[in-house]
């Protein structure tokens, strides 16, 4: 019987990027992934600074990748930061599947949620692996289709970087872009990992409500045989305080990591849509769309994750009201007609995650991250067509 809603894939990659509390030589783990990303970031801003790429359309890929990688390692940093936060979160979560492990009903939806919680976050994990070896495939399909890039030192990278020493020989090359795959399959693991740990503490939450609602349905029924004599209104006030402290503390780790992604994903999207659209008349089209397309639409599926999330957990927190209007809470003493009253209230502000504190996550901001990439992008394309007709 599962006791935590935590996939192990979502554990061991906490684990791995020191992000998990209480372990042992996590300034060790850390102190390694700040050398590993500062470094490829130094070499990816070297090529995107100094070096005169043979197209725009590779210097906007390599404005991307670079894009990509500084921003993670703000979203590291913060979660680093924020570990305290965090670690309240997991004392919370194991204290409610402590608390419901004797309860039939609440356990079998905490269960569920923890089912479904694993698959999402094996699909999101496999999802961005997929999109490491696509984007790696599109690379090497592209120096294999372009003759001119069959000597080494010609030869595209994974990741666009300027290092100090040429890359003269096969070897060189075959070193360097294993290490370069390596360390993107880290990358892409990591990513997974952080949208999988905000679905499983949003899904979680959201079984915390359902449990929430089958309570009030429960307390007040108009079945006498069904009602529950250990289901109390203090109990349900209780319940809903531990939901806004979970939401809250959920906010507070989160707003600024979902500030940086639609900041970030903004970018990325229009630096990859550039690429994808200058390169449809190019030879080496297909090599080109092998290696964007994927990375697009995980740049775009992380924008509506994080937005979805946001809206979800508004919709859910408005059934909680819902719930308690529809209960039969007017055929109880008016002493407890009053506490179900404040649930009421209560639930008529929205649970939410907001963007750096500044605005709410909702679909709707996944459409506004959409427009202004478009808009972006149709202004390179602009300056893009000017440049060629000059």
């Keep these: 019987m599962r006791t935590s809603t935590f996939s192990r894939i979502v554990k061991a990659g906490l684990r791995f990027f020191g992000i998990w509390p209480y372990l042992p030589l996590t300034w060790l783990v850390r102190s390694y992934w700040i050398i590993s990303l500062v470094t490829v970031q130094v070499f990816q801003n070297i090529y995107v600074v100094n070096n005169e790429p043979s197209s725009f359309s590779e210097f906007m890929d390599g404005v991307g990748s670079a894009v990509t990688h500084s921003f993670m390692m703000i979203k590291l940093i913060i979660l680093w930061v924020n570990q305290r936060k965090f670690r309240d979160i997991l004392q919370m979560m194991t204290a409610d599947w402590q608390n419901h492990m004797s309860k039939h009903q609440p356990l079998n939806i905490m269960t569920k949620t923890a089912f479904l919680a694993r698959r999402m976050s094996r699909i999101i994990v496999g999802w961005n692996l997929c999109n490491v070896v696509m984007y790696s495939l599109g690379v090497i399909a592209a120096n294999v289709g372009d003759p001119e890039k069959w000597e080494p030192y010609n030869r595209e990278l994974i990741l666009k970087m300027k290092f ?11 070193v360097v872009t294993v290490v370069q795959f390596i ?17 499983t503490l949003i899904l979680h939450i959201g079984g915390q409500i359902e449990i929430l609602q089958d309570w009030l349905k429960s307390a007040f029924s108009r079945n006498k045989s069904e009602q529950s ?9 209780t319940k809903h305080q531990q939901i806004i402290m979970f939401s809250e503390n959920i906010e507070n780790l989160y ?4 500030f940086m992604v639609l900041l970030s994903d903004t970018m990325i999207i229009c630096c990859l849509g550039f690429v994808i659209v200058t390169s449809l008349n190019e030879p080496n089209a297909a ?9 697009y639409i995980t740049m775009n599926f ?5 937005c979805y999330a946001g809206e979800y957990l508004s919709a859910k927190s408005k059934l909680i009201g819902d719930a308690a209007y529809d209960s039969l809470w007017y055929n109880v003493a008016a002493k407890n007609r009053r506490i179900v009253l404040f649930v009421v209230l209560r639930s008529q502000k929205r649970l939410t995650i907001t963007c750096g504190k500044i605005m709410d996550l909702t679909l709707e901001r996944f459409t506004s991250v959409m427009k ?5 992008m149709s202004v390179l394309l602009a300056m893009y067509s000017r440049r060629l007709a000059y």
């Design 302 to 306: 992380e924008v509506f994750l994080y």
């Design 255 to 258: 707003t600024s990591i979902a």
């Design 183 to 199: 360390h993107l399959v880290f990358i892409g693991f990591i990513l997974g990992i952080l949208h999988s740990l905000l679905a």
């Design 164 to 174: 100090p020493f040429e890359i003269s020989t096969h070897t060189i090359y075959v």
């Design 287 to 295: 090599a080109i769309l092998v290696k964007c397309i994927m990375f």
């Design 372 to 376: 202004a990439s478009a808009s972006y």
């Design 229 to 237: 004599d250990e289901i109390t209104p203090q109990l349900l006030i």
